[in-house]
């Protein structure tokens, strides 16, 4: 077998192997939650009996085993089980969250990479100059802030003193995307601000260490301009570690947005587990817990299989 087919396959068995154990500790740590999901169900004044028979219909009296494997089975099957509040498919119910969460994700994405790698180069072609203590004190300044204490600055003074934005990102079918972009914009603010100060730094990082090569120097000798070494010879080849940086927080931007959406009220897959967290709705929060696993792993999987592809040495071995 090839050696790059060789690798990419060892590293889609890791992310599967991953995403089971992942499934085992959100199973187990659903289980292990205090309180009783009958009980919640039923209120303070159920009789031991209905508890009884709600626990049967729920499949609670079985061993904790039965029930993980049972679960994993419907889920890789695409049946993510129903909601103990409501009734609902969880699949159903999640279909729109999780669309709603990746369009915010995108959205974010789209204005945080590309402003970042261009910060990131700027701030190397300026190093340890004006512009790029100023780059690095304001992305610092601004990952070291809370993302919800961000998003309240940014709903007062945006949203109530200049009215400029909502302040509530509630987004419909029927709307239009210049009337959603509008809806978001104040929560995909506070989701770059939040991921582009490492993605730029990182990126700086990784064309700094290209730069001591000695190919470099070489084109330095050539008569070219520090952008054109930059652009040309040390950007692409630090792809490699920029490409890992952003992959990881673009599997924040789908993950981690929990918080946002809760300050900003925005119907995504995180105002949808903190709802059910509240409710103590177990299943609901096992298959949120398992998109999210999925998904992190999943980019982090791709990050890594771009790595090896962007590697000269493993494309061409020799």
Known sequence: MHPVLKLVAQRLALGILLLFAASILIFAGTQILPGDVAQSILGQSATPEALANLRKELGLDEPAISRYFSWLGNALQGDLGTALTNGQEITKSLGSRLKNTLFLAFWAAVVAVPL???????????????????????????????????GYVLMFYVGVKLGWAPTVATIYDSMSLGQKLNAIALPVAVLTMVVLAHMMRMTRAAILNVMQSAYIETAELKGLTSFQVIYRHAFPNAVAPVVNVVMLNLAYLVVGVVVVEVVFVYPGMGQYLVDHVSKRDVPV????????????IGLNMIADIVSILANPRLRHPK
Request: aromatic residues 12%.
């Open 116 to 150: 970042a790698i261009f910060l990131g180069l700027l701030a190397v072609r300026y190093r340890e100059r004006w512009p790029d203590k100023l780059i690095s004190a304001v992305t610092l300044a601004s990952i070291s802030v809370p993302e919800f204490l961000i």
């Open 285 to 296: 929060v096992q298959a949120c817990g398992l998109i999210f696993a999925a998904v992190y």
